[in-house]
Nanobody, 124 residues
């Protein structure tokens, strides 16, 4: 059974940094693209970043370019999201999700398995 467990969220001041982790199990992690989504209160889920199965290509939504970095360790079955220069508008529940194949999609419905999420709150 596919399982994704996020960790690393927390409360941070503007300008601070966090690293999120997503531990995957129950499937061949190195065969699938992965994505990080976030959902702020009252808003729809937003794809923040995505990465191909072999990490040769990645995507970032415009608002996080230059501040966030997605990475994966296929030996450890773990996905990461390094977040720097955090802003209050980054506050959201961050969830990792597994894609349908090695190449990522920008459509949320193309990610059939999601974790429960980890809360990131950016406030002074």
């Amino acid at each position: 059974q596919d399982r994704l467990v996020e960790s690393g969220g927390g409360l941070v001041q503007p300008g601070g940094s966090l690293r999120l982790s997503c531990a995957a199990s129950g499937f061949n992690f190195d065969l699938y693209s992965m994505g990080w989504f976030r959902r702020a209160p009252g808003k729809a889920s937003e794809l923040v970043a995505a990465i191909t199965s072999n990490a040769d290509n990645s995507y970032y939504t415009d608002s996080v370019k230059g501040r966030f970095t997605i990475a994966r360790d296929n030996d450890l079955n773990t996905l990461y999201l390094e977040m720097k220069d955090l802003k209050p508008e980054d506050t959201a529940l961050y969830s990792c999700a597994r894609g349908q194949g090695p190449l990522f999609s920008l459509a949320p419905h193309s990610y059939p398995y999601w974790g429960q999420g980890t809360q990131v709150t950016v406030t002074s």
